[in-house]
T-cell receptor
């Protein structure tokens, strides 16, 4: 049973606009969340994370929002750039530093020049 | 630094054959991981190691064995491959428990 879900397999956005990628989770024990980015033929690379004690974390063009009551998080990319085109994975764990990371199925983002 | 490397990049096996996937990292990381990724599913943890000589089971360990004889290498073994083990396998490492994971490029395995 998928504990972390990304219900949108793909998303297309115009360059310069905002990209919003969504992620839902079912396990209330999760309290640390990460986003990874993956290009074809490469492994995932870490993008940004958030702990459950926060509801927002920002790093340059990337912001992650966490709504614990709704068990939902989202990644905002502003402004979107063609180089952002990749597959984005949401992941969660029961504590910061836990070895078991649970991944979503990924959302393929295409930024159109 | 090469980072995390995986050997081979692609392999075709027949059912019942055995093979070993090698993961190597040159970053002196203590923690290493093996994941598999299947269509329609996220990455799932197979086994992991928190230091040389130690291994532990992850979410989907059945059908796999691992060894961490040297700090820089983490081997994933399939003793008798099955078609259900057709997947893309990713290795990852990290310096310690509070750090993020660095992933290798993946090994695509097809079991016929």
């Amino acid at each position: 049973d998928q504990q972390v879900k990304q219900n949108s397999p793909s998303l297309s956005v115009q360059e310069g606009r905002i990209s919003i990628l969504n992620c839902d989770y079912t396990n209330s024990m999760f309290d640390y969340f990460l986003w990874y980015k993956k290009y074809p033929a490469e492994g995932p690379t870490f993008l940004i994370s958030i702990s459950s004690i926060k509801d927002k974390n920002e790093d340059g063009r990337f912001t992650v929002f966490l709504n614990k009551s709704a068990k939902h998080l989202s990644l905002h990319i502003v402004p979107s750039q063609p180089g952002d085109s990749a597959v984005y994975f949401c992941a969660a764990s029961a504590q910061t530093g836990a070895n078991n990371l649970f991944f979503g199925t990924g959302t393929r983002l295409t930024v159109i020049p | 630094n090469a980072g995390v490397t995986q050997t081979p990049k692609f392999r075709v096996l027949k059912t019942g054959q055995s093979m070993t996937l090698l993961c190597a990292q040159d970053m002196n990381h203590e923690y290493m991981y093996w994941y598999r990724q299947d269509p329609g599913m996220g990455l799932r943890l197979i086994h992991y190691s928190v230091g040389e000589g130690t291994t532990a089971k992850g979410e989907v360990p059945d059908g796999y064995n691992v060894s961490r004889l040297k700090k820089q290498n983490f081997l994933l073994g399939l003793e008798s491959a099955a078609p259900s083990q057709t997947s893309v396998y990713f290795c990852a490492s990290r310096p310690g428990p509070q750090e993020t994971q660095y992933f290798g490029p993946g090994t695509r395995l097809l079991v016929l």
